[in-house]
C-alpha cells in the first residue's frame, strides 16, 4: 500500500481543516488507516483510525469530539477532518496503514508498514 497525505495548511484557531489519504493497492480496503502527528521535539502522536469498512473509529483523548476520522473504499481514501483546531495542533501530519486489525498495536507506529509523507498544519492564534 502506497499512502499520499494531503490538506494541510494554516488556519487561525477555531477553523477546519480536512486531511485526505490517497492509497494505491488492493491491500487498503483489508487496511486499518490511522493518522498520527510529530510537532518538533515531541513523540510521534496517535490521533485517530479507522477501521476496516469504516465500522469503528478509535480517538486519542486530545481530538475526541474535535477529529473525525472516515474512509471511502471506492475512492481509495481516508479522511481526517479537524474541527475547532488550535495552536497545540500544529504538527506534521501523517496517515498509515496497517493490514487487518489488531487494537494492540493501534497506537504503536511501529507496527504500521506503511506511511504517507507528512502534510503540515499550522494553528495560528
Known amino acids: 500500500v502506497q499512502l499520499q497525505a494531503s490538506g494541510g495548511g494554516s488556519v487561525q484557531a477555531g477553523g477546519s481543516l480536512r486531511l485526505s489519504c490517497v492509497a494505491s493497492?488492493?491491500?487498503?480496503?483489508?487496511?486499518?488507516i490511522s493518522w498520527f502527528r510529530q510537532s518538533p521535539g515531541k513523540v510521534r502522536e496517535f490521533l485517530a483510525a479507522?477501521?476496516?469498512?469504516?465500522?469503528?473509529?478509535y480517538y486519542a483523548d486530545s481530538v475526541k469530539g474535535r477529529f473525525t476520522a472516515s474512509r471511502d473504499d471506492a475512492k481509495n481514501t481516508a479522511y481526517l477532518q479537524m474541527n475547532n483546531l488550535k495552536p497545540e495542533d500544529t504538527a506534521v501530519y501523517s496517515c498509515?496503514?496497517?493490514?487487518?486489525?489488531?487494537?494492540?498495536?493501534?497506537?504503536?507506529?511501529?507496527?504500521?508498514?506503511?506511511w504517507g509523507q507528512g502534510t503540515e498544519l499550522t494553528v495560528s492564534s
Open positions: 479507522v477501521s476496516r469498512n469504516g465500522r469503528s473509529t
Open positions: 493497492g488492493r491491500a487498503f480496503i483489508e487496511s486499518t
Open positions: 498509515a496503514a496497517r493490514e487487518g486489525f489488531a487494537y494492540v498495536y493501534l497506537l504503536q507506529p511501529d507496527k504500521y508498514p506503511y
